[in-house]
DNA sequence: GGTATACGGTTCGTATACAAAATTCAAGCG
DNA sequence: CGCTTGAATTTTGTATACGAACCGTATACC
């Protein structure tokens, strides 16, 4: 029998705080006082510290020694980093996962593809970045790659807090998903590779755009 | 005037076990005890849990809840993904250097190359892997993308780590070395990303080989 | 004889305690 | 009136304390 794997107290914290960035509850340059969270989520400041160190290393806080940690801000200059550094990985991502998928999982990716549709029909923005993101997310999975999913899905989490509204219209990703979903499906691997290219190059420039709009405006 | 930056303790035993990890002065596998290694280091365990959680996002050390640290340990498979990752990273931080290099970080990247020339002349492996290690750091760091250059540094210290004796001859990566600095020195972008990606390929190759022997005899 | 179980010692995870640095705010000075 | 200075307060970083989970050994049982 499969033990129910138990979770620090740390790694709750860590996963709580993590979330509230990413929905935006904690907003960019926002202070941490370790004594205030800590009464806010229940917890002693030892397991919170655990929390911070973690999403330090994962760049969505920032630690000034002796002053305190602060929610990260991005320049776009930052931004657009991440996203150079997204560009190169996931099109990698891809053709593992085209190459290394178990039929469970694609299952599951044509589960989650047909769900992403679904919401994007209900038109609520919000639920769908959030299952962008699990899309990418399992085919990173999919590969096999352990250290480039998990590099990945923290650059996804950078850049999702931090662009709102800035990115490509769901409609047209959508297209670009069921695409994925079929060569990864096929095993087809130069297809998974270049499709995923040009889906998140064109998601680069429609962000650089919007970057660029919202600086100037 | 510039204020030498103060460092944490756990900052100091992040950066002692990182080293310790890199030199094999722990090997993969073996197990830290927190009362132990504190004792050893002479500071309290809350450093060195700091210290382990930095370590652990960074996939030097394992930690099982509840059970312990350890040195993480990397299959054949997990080394090679991991170099997979740099070939599709490096490039980047090539093709970046060239663009964004100042004069001052030219200079350094030259004095690298001359000192790898003479400690690979010299003959020391040891002290070469270090040099080598330093040369494709700092050209991470001229790309100005600090994910880049965070990201790919964990990467390269996860392989020297673990891949003693498996690449490929220094003499062989010097001349590349040179190249590469002279195409960045151009500001030749196309070149250095051309050129990381061959000298990587090469050596991945050599990796593969080595893993390859070293698991079948 | 081999496996299961209970007990003691050890180690981990979390909470709390304490010292030092940083911030605040008000009073003194230019 | 603004700037500097200094003590009170807050907050951080580190050490220690404490309860609970895990490990090893020895004993009981099949």
Redesign the interface.
Known sequence: MQKV????L??RVYRALKEMILNGDLHPGERLAQDELARRLGVSRTPL??AF??LE???LVQTV??RGTYVRTFSRR?LL??F??RL??EP?GARGAAEHATADQLDELAALTQRYEEIVAAGVPERARHEDLAFHTLIMRMS?????S??VES?NIILIANVQGLIKPAEASLAEHRELLQAIRARDAESAEALMYRHLESSRAALEQGLARAEGG
């Open positions: 794997d138990y979770e620090d740390s790694q510290l655990s160190t973690k290393r994962e760049m020694p002796r930052e980093d991440v150079e550094i190169r990985l990698l096999g790659n352990v250290f480039l998990t590099f650059s």
